[in-house]
């Protein structure tokens, strides 16, 4: 109860103290081996222990989700733009966004603005999408997806699988991508039902015309099975962890040569030293 009531006062504080920073976990191509995109994910830096599953759900309660979100864009905004003149190119970052700001009318454009004042195209970024840790109004979830898509972003749905309205968002949102949850990733090869419902899931994304990630990829054979599966990206430990801005931006720079071949590769794995 104290340390609710702390972090209740804590977490405003923080992000005017600048407390907050963003990770990139890369994405990969399953086929390459060859990372595609990454997902931005926030850290509390004087807080290590504290993962966001601990206090994104008090900032979704105390109301101050909302500015963590927009510090979050305009972060990966600025980073963004440093990793186009490194790289020459733009590689597509995901953001989560809180179904906790689906009730705020303001967030599509004060998010839209961030991206519009840096410079940036909207479809560089995806908005990973979840049900989250809040009681959410699933038609609000819609709308906001759609205006989010009107705004330019790509859509993905995050935690595909574990919400009760998965498949319902697939129906009626205009969605680029899923991401299938970790849980059933982890089941692969060790449950069968698991290896059913990931093979299904792939299957239902090439049939509905949307990319598949799997989530927490942690072993070879778990990259094995989703690959024989057809399944287009893969994210987890096994391929790269979270980490801080320059170690996402050097990461990148060890790939060139792989990018360039990227069209002919088909089986190769082209792991960096240390990853
Ligand atoms: P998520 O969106 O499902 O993000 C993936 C989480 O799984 C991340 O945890 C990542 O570090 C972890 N992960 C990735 N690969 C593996 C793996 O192979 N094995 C295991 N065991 N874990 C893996 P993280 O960074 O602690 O974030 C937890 C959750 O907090 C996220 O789940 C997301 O729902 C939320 N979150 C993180 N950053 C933000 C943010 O900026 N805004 C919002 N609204 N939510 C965020
Ligand atoms: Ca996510
Ligand atoms: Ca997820």
């Given at each position: 109860m104290i340390y609710l009531q702390t972090m209740r006062i804590a977490t405003?504080?923080?992000?005017?103290?600048?407390?907050?920073?963003?990770?990139?976990?890369?994405?990969?191509?399953?086929?390459?081996?060859?990372?595609?995109?990454?997902?931005?994910?926030?850290r509390w830096i004087p807080e290590p222990r504290l993962t966001p599953g601990a206090f994104i759900p008090e900032m979704e309660r105390n109301g101050s989700i909302a500015e963590l979100t927009a510090l979050v864009m305009d972060t990966v905004c600025t980073d963004l733009r440093h990793l186009h003149s490194k790289l020459g190119f733009y590689p597509k970052i995901s953001v989560n966004i809180s179904p906790a700001l689906f009730r705020d009318p303001s967030a599509v454009p004060r998010l839209a603005g961030i991206v519009a004042l840096n410079g940036i195209k909207s479809s560089m970024i995806?908005?990973?999408?979840?049900?989250?840790y809040v009681a959410i109004d699933v038609e609000a979830v819609i709308a906001a997806a759609r205006r989010f898509s009107e705004a330019g972003f790509e859509i993905a749905l995050d935690d595909f699988?574990?919400?009760?309205?998965?498949?319902?968002?697939?129906?009626?949102?205009?969605?680029?991508?899923?991401?299938?949850?970790?849980?059933?990733?982890?089941?692969v090869g060790s449950r069968t039902t698991c290896d059913h419902i990931v093979s299904s899931m792939v299957r239902l994304a090439r049939e509905t015309g949307v990319m598949s990630v799997a989530e927490g990829v942690e072993t070879i054979e778990q990259l094995k099975y989703i690959a024989g599966l057809g399944c287009d990206e893969a994210q987890g430990f096994l391929l790269a962890r979270p980490m801080p801005f320059d170690d996402y931006l050097n990461f990148n720079l060890r790939y060139p040569q792989a990018r360039q071949e990227e069209d002919q590769a088909q089986s190769r794995i082209l792991l960096p030293q240390g990853y």
């Open positions: 405003p504080c923080a992000i005017a103290k600048g407390e907050f920073n963003v990770y990139y976990q890369p994405r990969f191509d399953v086929r390459t081996l060859t990372p595609v995109s990454a997902e931005a994910l926030v995806e908005m990973e999408i979840t049900e989250g699988g574990t919400g009760m309205s998965s498949l319902h968002y697939l129906d009626v949102m205009p969605v680029s991508t899923i991401k299938i949850d970790r849980h059933f990733i982890s089941g």
